[in-house]
């Protein structure tokens, strides 16, 4: 079966790029991604291609060749669902605020909207492709719910998990260590439809990394590598701890380590706590389900991953508050950096969120500066915590479009982002417009102690 037209659902962090990359890649194809976002598709659909909703390095380029040509954006779910041969599914699966499984669980209810559109809108057979991150066994769910609410036609439900990673992922995109596309590998349409996808892979990707399985292992697949992942950067920021009461380094420890070609040399960056959308939803996804088969040894050692990372954040901003002589209140404390990683403008738990809480908590003055988030975004991550109104928020937080104006006359500042540009910084003329002693808190292990303590800073980074 060939496929010539595609429609994706949720132009998010990940329908975009990888739709982006596809259309790039297959220009015979057509992809037409659609959101109930109007506001999104809009930026999307802007004339200035700079202005595209998700900021990712190289993107912009690829939407500017491909847009009109057979890349498209729009509103219309159910003419995109109609005319598609095969669907992705990219809307959120965030972790559930409410009822069973609270706080841990996915809420499948976005994917779960998406099935019955897809199939009262089905008119003839479809291939169905899960790409959003989904507990084990959606693929089911989904099955069940198109077969039994279509209009009698045939649906293959394919997972195709994503493992890019935001800032690079286009490159990642583009040059992917595998793809896995997960089918029912037992019968002839469920072999059709992963040829299918197949196919669309090897336009670009070498077919030996092309892996194809049955639907449950690519879906446990993706929790786990996140899984592993995330264990890494836990599991460094532990000895990160154990460094700074002991005096050894954790960067020339990681590096120790990593020199052995069983450990690996990447993923063992100390930070002030892993962030995004993926690690810690996954996580708790994977305990959900371990629990949930009565397997509570397993869900004990994956959560603790978890209360590791939450450590790590309260554990940096509460070092912040006693070196600062115990407290904070009515000091000003620039954070340079929102995003959850550098290149992307995604902040979902960002460790920024929670040490700039944190830090509010003890009366701080917090002015904050990040090269791509919006001051909207920053203030809309705060109110979602919940722990203050709005109008709390913004009387305490400040954001300014310069790291010189945040720095200004500030006590201390948290680097929270490893951004290139803060690298670069004139860091003796901050120095020189703080108040004095000045501190400089290092999350990310980006600043050289040496030099930063020669200009005057106080200075403390992850790990020593
Ligand atoms: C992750 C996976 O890498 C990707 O394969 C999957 O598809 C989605 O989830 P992402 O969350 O976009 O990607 O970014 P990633 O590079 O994995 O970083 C996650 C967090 O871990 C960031 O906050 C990053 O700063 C932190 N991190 C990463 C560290 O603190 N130290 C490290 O050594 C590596
Ligand atoms: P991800 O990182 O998984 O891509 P995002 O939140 O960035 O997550 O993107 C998911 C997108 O899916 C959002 O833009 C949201 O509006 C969209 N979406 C959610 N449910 C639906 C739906 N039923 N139909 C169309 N779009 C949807």
């Known amino acids: 079966m060939k496929i010539k037209n595609i429609c994706c659902i949720g132009a998010g962090y990940v329908g ?3 739709m982006a990359v596809i259309a790039q890649k297959c220009p ?25 909703p998700i900021y990712e390095p190289g993107l912009s380029e690829i939407v500017k060749e491909a847009r009109g040509r057979n890349l498209f954006f729009s509103t219309d779910v159910e003419s995109a669902i109609d005319k598609a041969d095969m669907i992705f599914i990219s809307v959120n699966t965030p972790t559930k605020t409410y009822g069973i499984g609270k706080g841990m669980a ?52 394919l997972s195709n998990p994503e493992f890019l990673a935001e800032g690079t992922a286009v490159d990642d995109l583009k040059n992917p260590d595998r793809v896995l596309i997960g089918g029912d590998i037992d019968t002839t349409e469920g072999k059709e439809a992963m040829d299918a996808l197949v196919s669309i892979y090897a ?38 701890e154990l460094c700074e009461k002991t005096g ?24 002030v706590g892993f962030g995004g959308s993926c690690f810690q939803k996954d996580i708790l996804n994977l305990v959900y389900i371990a629990k949930s088969f009565g397997l509570e040894e397993v869900a004990d050692y994956w959560e603790q991953v978890i209360k590791m990372n939450n450590h790590q954040k309260r554990r940096f901003a509460a070092n912040m508050v006693r070196k600062m002589y115990n407290t904070v209140s009515g000091k000003k404390i620039a954070i340079l950096g929102w995003a959850f990683k550098k290149d992307t403008n995604d902040t979902r738990e960002s460790a920024a969120i929670y040490v700039t809480d944190y830090l509010l908590n003890e009366q701080a003055e917090v002015v904050v500066y990040d090269p791509k988030v919006t001051e909207e975004q920053i203030f809309s991550d705060l109110n979602y915590l919940g722990t203050r109104s709005d109008e709390e928020n913004r009387r305490m937080v400040t954001v300014v479009n310069s790291p010189m104006e945040a720095c200004q006359d500030s006590h201390a500042i948290a680097v929270l982002t490893e951004w290139d540009e803060f690298k670069e910084l004139d860091w003796k003329e901050i120095y020189k417009n703080m108040l004095k002693p000045a501190f400089l808190f290092d999350g990310r292990r980006l600043l050289d102690r040496k030099t930063k303590e020669e200009i005057g800073f106080e200075f403390y980074a992850i790990g020593n």
Request: with cysteine; glycine share 4%; proline share 4%.
């Open 203 to 240: 336009s670009w990707v070498p077919r030996e990394n092309i892996l194809t399985t049955n639907v449950w292992s690519s879906e446990l697949s993706k929790l786990t590598a996140n899984a592993f992942l995330a264990q890494r950067v836990s599991s460094i920021n532990a000895m990160s």
């Open 248 to 271: 050894a380094d954790v960067e020339e420890v990681a590096r120790a380590v990593g020199m052995d070609s069983r450990v690996g040399p990447k993923f063992l960056k100390a930070s």
């Open 16 to 18: 975009g790029p990888t």
């Open 28 to 52: 015979k194809v057509n992809v037409t991604v659609v959101d109930i976002n109007e506001n999104r598709i809009a930026q999307w659909n802007d004339p200035d291609v700079e202005k595209i």
């Open 106 to 157: 996915a809420d499948l209810k976005w994917i779960e909207l998406c099935a019955r559109q897809i199939a009262s809108v089905a008119k003839n057979d479809k291939i169905v492709v899960e790409k959003s991150t989904l507990p084990v066994r959606t693929a089911a769910a989904l099955k069940d719910i198109l077969d039994n609410t279509g209009n009698g036609v045939r649906f293959q439900i």
